[in-house]
């Protein structure tokens, strides 16, 4: 029986056996969350994108864009209480962070301006490809990427 009283696999002492040989070690994954300087974290910068007042309104997000000297494409994400209870925009906060982290290589416009992702009650209840397409629409209507059939 192993440790936690269950009984041992068969034919060998541990249910993964490490393998033997001259295997090189696996190197970590890089690092792909967003980092601070990757985030929009003061309320006065925040405040900087709504007055500008360059939006792009979609089913489950706004996207807005930033310009200013410090702007370096860093992503601000907020949801209100429009969205739902604490649980709700937490999981739409989180939904919009990965959809950008996970495609942000589609923004491929050059510029440095900063994005702000303002969630709707939509995103909930949204599949996961709807989120993405979302963002990509957005993305490209704000000129940040390019469209799917340009090269």
């Not at 589609?106 to 490809?129: E, H, Q, S, Y």
């Amino acid at each position: 029986m192993c440790r936690g009283g269950h009984p041992m696999p068969p034919g060998g002492s541990s249910p993964d056996p490490l393998p033997s040989g001259n295997s090189a070690p696996v190197p970590a994954p890089a690092r792909q969350s967003l980092g601070r300087k990757q985030r929009l974290r003061r309320t006065a910068q925040f405040r900087d994108a709504y007055d500008q007042n360059r939006r792009w309104h979609g089913r489950c997000m706004v996207l807005f864009l930033r310009t200013a000297p410090d702007a370096s494409r860093r992503l601000g994400v907020v949801a209100s209480r429009r969205v739902g209870n604490a649980v709700d925009r937490a999981r739409a906060k989180r939904r919009l962070r990965e959809a950008f982290r996970r495609h942000r290589d589609a923004f491929t416009a050059p510029g440095t301006d900063d994005i702000v992702l303002v969630a709707r009650r939509a995103i909930l209840a949204a599949p996961w490809p709807a989120v993405v397409a979302d963002l990509l629409k957005l993305a490209r209507q704000a000129g940040l990427a390019s469209s799917p059939g340009e090269s």
